[in-house]
């Protein structure tokens, strides 16, 4: 049950295998212990560990420290390094994330619809866990928090995999969890971490169908390709958000100006942040200059083609590069396109089916803007940071999904079940 | 757009990638327009294709008794000979299957629910097609019409790849659906067969990440575990169906006879057959005579263990491997267990996740049954043969997914489609 508590060294392919091995074993039994467990043992367990991570605040800081310095050390900085990093503030956001998860419907259990056959069977979809889910992820600590809480509120069994720069702090976090789940006298394989960071862990993970039902990888482009390229479970994929702002020639420049800078610089490092502006050649002139003056003073990179370089000295050339590229930083490009059909044409080939907005007073437009767009969360008139389970109404979210099955958008606890069909006859046979 | 017209030989690897690429980014170039096209097209195509089969009935079996021939002079026999064969009663199915597809919902564009935000925002889930679909299956010729009619009206691009032994019989049902898409103004790219039987042609299906959007396959044990072993490309599963029915110690001993006679012998060649019986050993000396006398009769094969062989001197002795086993043929393996915990352990260790029934009286234990039992259909005194999207009032079916993503159980046209997220606002940004 305690896989989770020695850190296994960095060369012995069989002694990884079968750390991973007694790992998902334990998730097994815990996964089979949580299936049916009542909502309010899952929901102690959360509050107990809410109220360990705040106890722990000091521990969390100090680990957390050490993986600081180890990434400046290592050369990282900007957006990555402002992941990985704990506050107060963040510390106090885990807790309450726990607690606000705790507060969300139980999804284990309930009826998603019901109906009966004229042979008189009684049919029922019913919300089940989906069972070991296998959770890889990079920097940010904090998804050590959510993903355990989220997972464990869902009935299922979690694995978790860090990054090996957030190490000491994930370790920290989850002695909070384990608490939390002793407390509630739940086995502590219900939410385990890789005792190594040795990448060969990664490939055992992505290899064991018998032990991990799902693999939820959330990260960069390069992460994300090569479990898709190596899994032999299913993948529930969280790509990157190469995100776009559509300025149709029908828009409100005002709405037009606050939704561009929101989207791009309310925070610029979460995957719902937009990378690339398009605007309709038409206006480009009249509207793109309040845009660039208030981007730019608030240190907003931007990289245009000719035209709009054209427009402002502070604008760097934008190379082809540029139209497929997530900054996660404080960097728009900019594009001059002719109306929505272009648009559409380059959001769907150049962006992530992620999320992407159009800025347009005009219906019909909006209209085909939205049933083109080949994307999870396609929005009229809004900003793409709304792209988030909490500001859906969903709750927490482990992530935001651009894989087509099963989960797309959002994945909150909801998304973290599948279901079974549940039949009930009186002697019944099929003629 | 009518790359599965001709025939690459079985040598040439350069020549199948590329025809597997031009079959592709026919089928994406179809998707595009199938996605916007109203229902009642897709549905004028289904039904002419219905009509094209029946006015070629002759021709389907003058390529089908290819097909059968072929298989005979190779030894195949029994269920598997069964499953190729054709004749007027399924060409009349197959004709009408696609008509009983053209007459349901379509699933496109319906909104699966919608809500409004605090800040004004109204949120929309919209079903919308998964993109291209690629299906591996094996003898049953029917697959290609049932498969390219529940894509087609589920908005999706099929690439089909039937087993090589039903390849004539498959071409020529093909003809028929082509002839339906050009007299409703579609593209013949919408369905499409894989115009080699060489396998490496499915090496390729399963490495077109960026062509294929999800992989079906449709078969036996090998077929699925080399899919899943070697797919880049996101599978719904249909595994075997290793079912049981269990007859409880307070099971009605009528109802039990019944349900598992019907389970096995109805059609033993189907996914939702039963392949063994498992008996509460304190009920086993009374209820099973009756049972084995009706199989027996029936010619159904017996395989028991050592308590149940003892019973009767038709049955045999059942091996470990029995447990383990889909027979697909007149053929029962029979175990006594101690009580309902150890049914639901054996099932959840040897059965498939697929369909599994108790038979009892009494409502806890049944309770307990369909509660524990990790099965996609769990059933409570019917047969296990009611594993069917038509039984459940879904219409046609294209399998029984026994993944746990996305689908599980039936998948029809409703479980072909993805969805996402529609947001119309007013200039909201997100503070």
């Known amino acids: 049950m305690n896989a989770g508590t020695e850190t296994v060294g960095q060369t012995d392919a069989n002694a990884i295998h079968d750390a991973m091995v007694t790992l998902g074993q334990a998730a097994r039994a815990a996964m089979q212990e949580l299936a049916t467990v009542p909502a309010e043992t899952k929901n102690k367990a959360l509050r107990e560990a809410a109220k360990a991570i705040r106890a722990s605040k000091e521990a969390l800081l100090a680990a957390n420290a050490k993986d600081m310095a180890a990434a400046e050390a290592n050369g990282t900085q900007g957006a990555m390094l402002d992941r990985l990093m704990l ?15 705790a507060a969300l419907e139980d999804p284990v259990g ?24 296998g959770i890889i992820y990079e920097s940010r600590p904090n998804v050590t928090a959510d993903a355990g809480g989220l997972c464990l509120k869902s009935g299922n069994a979690a694995i978790l995999r860090g990054g090996s720069e957030s190490f000491h702090s994930s370790r920290a976090i989850l002695d909070c969890l384990h608490q939390g789940l002793r407390m509630a006298n739940l086995p502590t394989g219900a939410i385990q971490i890789v005792p190594t960071t040795d990448r060969a862990a ?10 991990i039902d799902i693999i939820v990888p959330r990260g960069g482009k390069g992460l994300i390709e090569r479990v898709q390229a190596e899994s032999r479970i299913p993948v529930i994929a969280h790509l990157d958000g190469n995100c776009h702002v559509y300025i149709d020639r029908a828009a409100s ?21 937009a990378e690339s502006l398009l605007i309709d050649r038409s206006i480009a002139e009249s509207v793109l200059p309040t845009i660039v003056e208030r981007l730019s003073e608030a240190g907003c990179e931007i990289r245009g083609d000719a035209a709009t370089q054209a427009l402002d000295s502070r604008i760097a050339a934008a190379s082809e590069e540029d139209w ?21 044409d380059h959001i769907n080939r150049h962006g992530s089916h992620h999320t992407d907005s159009i800025v347009t007073e005009d219906e019909g437009t909006a209209e085909k803007f939205l049933s083109r767009v080949d994307s999870a969360i396609v929005l009229h008139n809004a900003s793409t940071q709304f792209a988030d389970g909490g500001e859906f109404g969903m709750g927490a979210e482990i992530g935001i999904s651009t894989g087509r099955l099963h989960a797309r958008g959002p994945v909150g606890v909801e998304q973290l079940t599948t279901f079974k069909y549940v039949v009930r006859g009186n002697g019944q046979v099929r003629p």
């Open 87 to 101: 506050n107060d503030d963040r510390v106090e956001a885990m807790a309450k994330g726990l607690e606000d998860i």
């Open 110 to 133: 309930s009826v998603m619809a019901e109906w009966d056959r004229p042979n008189g069977l009684r049919i029922q979809r019913v919300r089940v866990p989906l069972g070991v889910i």
């Open 202 to 211: 990664v490939g055992e993970m992505l290899t064991m169908p018998d032990l």
């Open 253 to 273: 420049s005002d709405k037009a100006a606050d939704i561009v800078f929101n989207a791009k610089m309310r925070r610029p490092g979460i995957c719902g942040a």
């Open 324 to 344: 497929d590229t997530e900054y996660l930083d404080a960097i728009i490009s900019v594009k001059q396109v002719d109306g929505v059909d272009a648009a559409v």
